[in-house]
């Protein structure tokens, strides 16, 4: 059977041998695994041939990833839980694949041009390997730059985040259905980046919660390291109401 | 395992069949008494048609309403031809329809299953009950109760029954365009309407002709047996709706974090059964019973007072009413392109229009029909007291218009009718709808927690409690006002004709009730029976057009749904304070029989005694005002047992982890048949304590405590039901406020606190809420049957003690059924114990893709739906 290869990026960080598909193995995350999980769950599925020395036990997967002796197939085998995204080159990354709590699972194809250049103010949530809630003067693709550049003494090697909506009503307030915390202190922290001070990111929140994330994903998900960027783009409504009718149902309602 | 509550039937059985061999034994001893002296003159049935005291004028309008009450079935026959043509949309919207078809059939079966026994066991009872000598009267009682019942459950059920027709077809016409759909959703509930007033107004009417003044016993017996079965119809719809919605949110939302509507959820298809139950046939049953109860109430006080003229009038005015409905709800409609605004003002267009067309009729009808003169007076010399002076010339111009003969005052205080319900209409959407200050200000309370939400929910019910009293007050005090001077029957019968007014347009209120659940389930249809690709490919834009159709059409429906339930309990006071004067009138004169010859003297010399200084009038009260609140504890107690057991099944179905994964479908059927059963299990408690509570009251403590107790219960019921149904409706519309984009939108902390606040009020407003209104009638109805038996053998009255054996027995009975029902209400239901892996809220799920199924144990039971595999 085909062994999968899945590096989970949000929640929690961990690379993942898997018998199962991808939209199996996001249901199994999300509703069928004894370790208890909550919130969303966001996974990449990595080239089957990729290896490196920091994961030794991927050259036994042949050996470790098998069937159970009841012929299920094995859901997951872990690899490795720490420091994960760091050794994985972005060119090992294929589609990205988002499970709501309730195991509806949706693929993400990478686009295949440039990444997405646009200039902030931005709104950030980070997933992988920091999970800030973040404002930005910078677009996501001169964040993820900005992020991974090793000169920057506030830097990660790799980093997995999304871009995040960011409307206001006329009165300059947050748009009514954008679930963030506290609303004033986000606006606060977002006149301090576009004031032109020089101030490039402030932090909004460390470790805020998931609720309402995919109804506030805006152009989404990104993967940088100084490298390079890749851009996951996030359907648009109509799209999602469309063609991913029953995922979005969930999506939404969470 | 199977569920316990399989030998549950053995227990809810025995206290019944105790309950009624003790009645039947107690009660055949009295119905082989002699008949009391003083009997009322030889009855001769169809008197209208050759009774001198009648026109030829008024026979052919007798048979002019009655040919008005067909016309309505026939108009109600015309709309069901309508819907069932109308397209059924794809095979798998069919099958969730389907799905929802049957679980909605099967309950009203068992329901039937249920109650039906009941039914023969109280036509017996009133068959032997009767004290009188006439056959008639005796035979009259009983079968008219009868037939009250079957008209009540028939307009529950047909209306149930097309609901789930029509919700499909709405569904498939959202995906052509939203005038069509709105018509089809609204002419669905209008079918509901026709048959409350075609088969209330037919039962009043036939009642009439064949009784003409001698039709008090009868009426009764209509308005018993059409209001118990709505007591049943509501308090079990009510249980399922809510045990449903409890069920599928804390397994699906709460704990498995599915969304609504989702299918992999198994309680899904029952929360849409309950809807049909709940808000369609409970609701139908429920207005049905309010429109012949103040018909029953305009006639018997019409007999008392302005004799053959005042039964006739409320008739006609009824009869006038259907028109109306059926031209003004035939006007709305909406075009193609319209949204949720202009829906609703097609609505409430088609409200005013019926409002004015029946304000006209009536009040031309008044003016041409209401004149009294000394030929009417020679015939119905009890009419003449209600003149100044015994002159109708002498009244008032705004009275009497300056014409001779003519008095107005009916068709004014059913003018003052069909203002108190716009009033209430006005007062109940100002507390419940997101567009004002009480729901906006409850959805702010939301951003600073849970408690200040629940806290400022309750003063938003409290207020809007006083507001709608203050209303109802208001306009029977201007009923009085008309009748000022006039003999109390007089008065009462103003106040019963405001009843009459209130429910002229009971086809549009109904209509806009019962659009709300259609609305609701074709939402859920499209939801889960939409091919979004399917559709797109075929339209682009399609899905997205009808999707947004269909929230429209829901939004629009629950607006029209909160505004009715107003009107309802409203409904219920003014007949419960019209029949109050009949109470005390039987009290003064000994029997209905000779209420006609009633003095003023004697009634006031009765009302006078009905005071709290006297200490069996207040402890029944303080009783009486205990008792809805005692039954709606019962129900929302109920809600929680019944809602047990579908959250342990749906936690046992979710192990699957092919239902997880959309491979295998969940077994709805089974969630289903737990619903039925467990509410037909919890109606029997309170269905005893309505029953038992007035007769233990009047034959321990006599018939001026139980007067006590019809007040206290009045007064205390309709407070609580006001409050319950608006706090509960505040409390929906400002968590649907936020999710609308305030505060947060969904998942924010003020969502939270929103949702904490709608699960506390929707088993008040969705369940005990509408269950008080027909409690009312209930209680007042067996009072009031009951009130002859009372009087004779009630504990304190002075005779001896072999003399009131037949009254020990009853308070023996009474008594242990009101305990056995408490005890029972409190207790928690057999099987309510929890497995090992029941104990985890959030994560009782097994590991693996395993392909095994966990079959339900004791294999699949009837009612089973049609989407289990």
Redesign the interface.
């Known amino acids: 059977m085909r062994i999968h290869l899945y590096a989970v990026v949000s929640g929690f960080e961990a690379l993942i041998a898997s018998q199962l598909e991808p939209e199996a193995f996001g249901l199994h995350m999300a509703v069928g695994t004894r370790k208890l999980t909550s919130g969303i769950i966001s996974f990449l599925e990595i080239e089957p041939s990729f290896r490196h020395e920091r994961f030794p036990l991927l050259d036994r997967l042949e050996e470790v990833c098998v069937l159970h002796p009841d012929g299920r197939p094995r859901a997951s085998k872990y690899v490795s839980v720490y420091r994960v995204l760091e050794f994985l080159p972005l060119d090992a990354f294929r589609d990205l694949y988002l499970a709501t709590p309730d195991g509806r699972v949706l693929r993400v194809a990478p686009s295949e041009g440039r990444p997405l250049d646009v200039a902030g103010p931005s709104l950030f949530q980070e997933l992988c390997p920091l999970t800030p809630l973040v404002v930005s003067a910078l677009g996501p693709a001169e964040y993820a730059r900005h992020m991974t550049d090793e000169s920057n003494p506030i830097s990660v090697p790799r980093l997995f985040f999304a871009d995040l909506r960011l409307e206001r009503d006329a009165e300059g307030r947050l748009a009514g259905d954008l679930s963030y915390p506290s609303p004033a202190h986000l606006l606060e922290c977002l006149g301090q980046v576009e004031s032109g001070r020089g101030k490039l990111t402030k932090t909004v929140a460390r470790n805020p919660s998931t609720q309402g994330f995919f109804r506030s994903v805006r152009r989404g998900f990104f993967l940088g390291d100084a490298g390079g960027v890749k851009w996951y783009p996030f359907p648009s409504r109509e799209q999602l109401e469309v063609h991913h009718a029953w995922w979005w149902h969930s999506a939404s309602a969470h | 395992m199977t569920l316990s509550f399989v030998r549950g039937p053995m227990k809810a059985w025995a206290p019944r069949v105790a309950l009624a061999l003790a009645f039947a034994a107690a009660i055949v001893w009295t119905g082989v008494r002699d008949a009391r002296p003083g009997e009322t003159a030889a009855f001769h049935a169809f008197a209208p048609f050759h009774d001198p005291a009648y026109s030829g004028l008024e026979r052919a309008a007798l048979l002019a309403v009655l040919a008005v009450a067909v016309g309505g079935l026939l108009y109600a026959l015309l709309l069901v031809r309508q819907v069932t043509a109308a397209d059924r949309g794809t095979a798998s919207m069919q099958e969730v329809a389907a799905a929802v078809r049957e679980g909605s059939n099967a309950y009203l079966s068992a329901q039937f299953r249920k109650i039906g026994p009941l039914i023969v066991v109280i036509t017996a009872l009133l068959l032997l009950t009767y004290s009188g000598s006439q056959p008639a009267f005796r035979w009259g009682r009983a079968g008219a109760f009868l037939v009250g019942a079957l008209f009540s459950w028939t307009v529950g059920f047909a209306g149930m029954r097309l609901a789930t027709i029509g919700n499909l077809r709405v569904a498939a016409a959202a995906t052509r365009s939203y005038g069509e759909a709105l018509t089809l959703g609204y002419r669905t509930g209008t079918v509901t309407g026709m048959l409350t007033d075609g088969l209330g107004l037919l039962g009043g009417t036939l009642i009439f002709m064949i009784y003409g003044l001698h039709a008090y016993e009868a009426l009764l017996g209509f308005g018993f047996g059409g209001t118990l079965i709505a007591l049943f119809m509501r308090v079990g719809g009510g249980i399922y709706t809510k045990a449903a919605d409890v069920g599928a949110d804390l397994v699906g ?1 709460i704990e ?7 299918p ?1 959820n198994a309680a899904t298809i029952a929360d849409n059964v309950g809807d049909n139950v709940g808000d369609c046939a409970g609701m139908a049953a429920d207005v049905f019973e309010s429109y012949e109860v103040t018909i029953v109430a305009a006639m018997i006080l019409g007999m008392a007072s302005f004799g053959h003229k005042g039964v006739l009038f409320p008739l006609l005015v009824r009869g006038i009413g259907v028109l109306g409905s059926i031209v003004s709800t035939y006007t709305v409609r909406a075009r193609p392109e319209d949204g949720s605004d202009s829906a609703l003002h097609s609505v409430h267009r088609g409200f005013w229009i019926g409002s004015v067309l029946s304000v006209v009729g009536f009040v031309a009808l008044g003016v041409g029909y209401l004149r009294f003169d000394e030929a009417y007076f020679a015939t119905n010399p009890m009419a003449r007291a209600g003149f100044p002076g015994g002159d109708p010339g002498a009244l008032p111009f705004w009275a009497g218009l300056g014409l001779a003969g003519l008095d107005l005052r009916p068709a004014l205080t059913c003018l003052l009718g069909v203002f108190l319900a716009v009033a209430l209409n006005k007062v109940t959407s100002y507390y419940t709808h997101t567009a004002h200050k009480p729901v906006q200000g409850l959805a702010r309370a939301c951003t600073t927690g849970h408690a200040t939400n629940i806290i400022q929910g309750f003063a938003v019910g409290y207020e809007s409690t006083v507001v709608t009293l203050l209303v109802i007050a208001v306009t029977i005090l201007a009923s009085v006002f008309c009748y000022a001077g006039a003999p109390p029957m007089f008065v009462a019968y103003g106040v019963a004709m405001t009843g009459i007014g209130m429910l002229t347009l009971t086809g549009n209120t109904i209509s806009m009730d019962v659009f709300g659940p259609v609305a609701d389930n074709a939402n859920g249809i499209g ?1 889960m029976g ?1 091919d ?2 399917e559709m ?1 490919r075929q339209e682009p834009g399609s ?2 057009r009808a ?1 947004r159709i269909l929230s429209d059409l829901d939004a629009v429906g629950n607006t029209t749904k909160a505004e009715t339930k107003g009107i309802a309990i409203g409904s219920a006071v003014i007949a419960a304070v019209s029949l109050f004067s009949s109470f005390i009138a039987i009290i003064a004169v000994g029997s209905e029989d000779r209420i006609a010859q009633m003095t003023t003297a004697q009634y006031m010399a009765e009302a006078g005694r009905l005071t709290v200084a006297d200490p069996g009038v207040f402890v029944g009260l303080l009783i009486g005002g205990a008792v809805p609140f005692l039954f709606s504890a019962m129900l929302i107690r109920a809600v929680g047992r019944a809602a047990f057991f579908i959250v342990r099944e749906c936690r046992r179905q979710f192990r699957d ?1 092919a239902i ?2 959309g491979t295998k479908k969940p077994d709805y059927g089974r969630v289903v048949d737990i619903c039925t059963e467990t509410a037909q299990k919890e109606l029997v408690g309170p269905g005893l304590l309505a029953l038992a509570a007035p007769l233990l009251v009047g034959f321990l403590l006599g018939p001026y405590a139980l007067a006590g107790f019809l007040a206290g219960m009045i007064l205390v019921g309709q407070l609580l039901a006001v409050f319950m149904s608006n706090a509960g409706g505040a409390w929906d519309n400002a968590k649907k406020l936020i999710e ?9 902390d003020a ?1 939270k606190a929103a949702v904490t606040g709608d699960t506390v009020g929707d088993p008040l407003k969705d369940t005990a809420g509408p269950a008080i209104n027909p409690l009312i009638k209930v209680m007042n109805m067996v009072s009031l049957l009951a009130l002859g038996l009372v009087l004779q053998f009630n504990l304190t009255a002075p005779r001896g003690v072999s003399a009131r054996w037949p009254g020990v027995v009853v308070v023996l009975v009474c008594l242990a059924a009101v305990v056995w029902a408490f005890r029972q209400s409190g207790r928690e239901a057999d099987g309510m114990t929890l497995d090992e892996d029941d104990e ?1 809220t ?2 009782a ?6 392909a095994e199924t966990t079959e339900p144990p004791g294999g699949r039971r009837r009612g089973a739906g049609v989407l289990a595999p």
């Open positions: 939302k498995k974090d599915i969304p609504e509507d989702d992999r939801e939409y979004p690709e797109e899905y997205r999707r982890l997880w994964e609308d984009g305030h505060y947060g939108g969904k998942g924010s969502h985890s959030a994560g799920r097994r590991s693996g893709l395993s």
